[in-house]
């Protein structure tokens, strides 16, 4: 259930003052990817620390600024995954097993800081969704009574959703879940007839609270003794990581790959981070590049026939471990979608899985530049498999 | 591209005081289908000229009511079809061809006109959506500038929808596009809200306006010489009827077919009252049962399986001349959607349009009980055949 919206170092467990969250497993100042470094730099300028790179480099080299994972922290971020400590998130609750989880606004397409941008234009976007956005829809949320995520997902997932980088038919209605209280809570008729504008063109609006559900989805598999589910799958953009349920908080990590893409019109392979963000914790959950089956659509955007997407889905069954009680796709008649990735099943069938992702510029600053799939590197999931086979005795 | 909404008698050709226009081809009174009668029952009471069955019955009878088909004056109405006088009405216009055409409000599910029901809760939500909805909704379409149905179907054929009986994601993009618009055309929040909620809670809430939208698209093919191709096809509840472009304004009938559906719970075919509506005017512009390989959660509506869904598009291109230029499935990796009905080949191959439709109660004031898909019948397209070998100089 989304229950509203609160401020970063309000709500998210553990945030301080000189904190800021990022995606994928740890990573240091200077391994940092490019985007990744260039959403830091818009963070600190966001948070009044910084006013340009020059600055906010210092201000990092000094070490008044500490780094985790939004994994650490109950929270998942798209891309660079950035939250810093004045950042309005959204709260998503299990209200089956108790926890919760955060994840940001969702700024839109192109020029945004999620993607490594940090010009003005970025930061005085995000300002105006932290100070006129957050509040009014927060305001909706509640009135509304909170918003039932894995029922708008399993709506979704029959509109031609995946569930991850296609989320049109979530974020109509997500808009039209809230729209209503929308009109009620903003101060005027111009701030509504806005929000609904910037919700309505934003075909991932939803991206970030299907996320923090899907988060809150997976922590609660977490820490099972003897499971060798993966509970988080994440990338930030240096590395590809795991954490798998029976093994604790460890990350097994490798380099990060690079993503098969379609690329924006005046890109190429060569301007192309390799794989970054936390938004694997959709295909964590059993939907994304596991449910494309039912999102042939998605080809358009990210490559490949209608029969690759077909053929993903169908492969991601031989390395998961259940199909989805309530997450399902018409075109397969209705059968759950692949769910729970056993590390057994990975190294067992040699397959890792596939994901579907934006793919950002290597250098800060610019943004997205395409599209597409991504496999996961092996090696992650060996070491986790040896990991696992050392806990429980398994060794020879 | 929907222009805007106004008044029936003011902006349909033809219409005035006295005059109710109806789905299908002609009908009389006396022949009249239950759920007809009791929509010609309501129109009359919502217009002032009766206070229930009997007055309104004795106004008929008396001869001072007019009934012609919604398709003889460049409209269509799903279900019972009925217009009066003073019903607001989408206006669509083909900018291409530079026809227009027409379709009333939608009134959402359950007990409503266009089924057959007429108590005061129907018409007091029919007076509600002429006088507040429609004014607000009509300012928001000509503040936005129109909206193109054209490119909304296309979207909305890649998110699940058929375009017939699944519009969940075609109603979201209508609610989308014009949703800032409302907010600033409503008199106040109260009223943006109100309308915001309805349209939004309405997984049928653009069918008239798409319904109008393929009748300027099957009437811009209507009236060329030698043309073989359908361009109207249409139930009155009694009857089942089609139109040929090159043999003019002629109807062809047969008898209406009863549907194959699934009933709501408590009723059953018993209940069902056979084929009514311009509905099939979707299937006609080449989408609705035409397009469910792209909508196979359909089948939890009407019944089938995903399988089903994509044979029956498979056929349907036996006997169409086009694929769509526009309408595509992403499904059959982006195959065009089978369009233009040709005569010729519905009786080369024996095989005539399936159609997806809702199922109303036979008896008057009672509504829907169900949806299906029903096969129309082939006589009216063997007579269809015979006029055109006659008119056009094959008959032997």
Not at 107 to 130: C, D, F, K, P, Q
Not at 134 to 147: K, M, W, Y
Not at 324 to 352: C, N, Q, W
């Amino acid at each position: 259930m989304l229950v509203g919206i609160g401020r970063a170092q309000d709500v998210i467990p553990g945030m301080h003052d000189n904190l800021l969250l990022h995606a994928g497993p740890p990573v240091t100042w200077a391994r940092m990817a490019g985007p990744m470094k260039g959403a830091v730099v818009g963070a600190l300028i966001f948070e009044g620390k910084a006013q340009g790179w020059d600055d906010a480099e210092a201000l990092v080299n000094s070490g008044a600024i500490q780094f985790a994972p939004c994994h650490h922290h109950a929270a998942v971020g798209p891309m660079a995954g950035l939250i810093s400590p004045s950042m309005m998130v959204y709260i998503v609750e299990n209200q089956t097993h108790g926890n919760r989880a955060y994840s940001g606004m969702n700024e839109g397409r192109g020029r945004v800081l999620r993607m490594g941008a940090y010009s003005e234009e970025v930061i005085t976007r995000m300002h105006w969704l932290n100070d006129v956005f957050a509040p009014v829809v927060d305001e909706a949320i509640r009135l509304s009574g909170g918003l039932d995520l894995r029922i708008l997902l399993t709506q979704a997932l029959h509109m031609g959703d995946d569930g991850h980088n296609r989320l049109q038919a979530a974020s109509l209605l997500f808009l039209k879940s809230l729209d209503p209280m929308i009109v009620k809570a903003a101060p005027n008729c111009d701030v509504a007839s806005d929000i609904l504008k910037i919700i309505g063109e934003n075909a991932l609006a939803v991206l970030n609270p299907v996320m923090a559900a899907c988060k809150t989805m997976a922590d609660a598999g977490h820490n099972i003794a003897g499971s060798s589910i993966v509970t988080a799958m994440a990338r930030n953009g240096t590395e590809f990581g795991i954490r798998v349920s029976g093994l604790g908080d460890r990350w097994f990590t490798a380099p990060a790959s690079v993503v098969k893409a379609l690329y924006f019109p005046g890109f190429t392979e060569q301007d192309a981070n390799p794989d970054i963000g936390d938004s694997t914790i959709t295909e964590t959950a059993g939907i994304g590049g596991f449910a494309m089956a039912g999102a042939p659509a998605i080809v358009a955007f990210i490559g490949g026939s209608a029969k690759d997407a077909v053929r993903t889905t169908l492969d991601m069954y031989e390395i998961t471990f259940a199909e989805h009680r309530y997450f399902s796709m018409p075109a397969l008649d209705f059968r759950g979608t692949p769910t729970g990735i056993d590390i057994r099943k990975v190294v067992e069938k040699s397959m890792t899985p596939r994901v579907n992702t934006g793919v950002a510029h290597k250098d800060p600053g610019i943004g997205q530049v395409g599209a597409g799939i991504v496999v996961a590197p092996m090696s992650a999931f060996e070491d986790a498999f040896m990991a696992y086979a050392e806990e429980y005795g398994f060794a020879d």
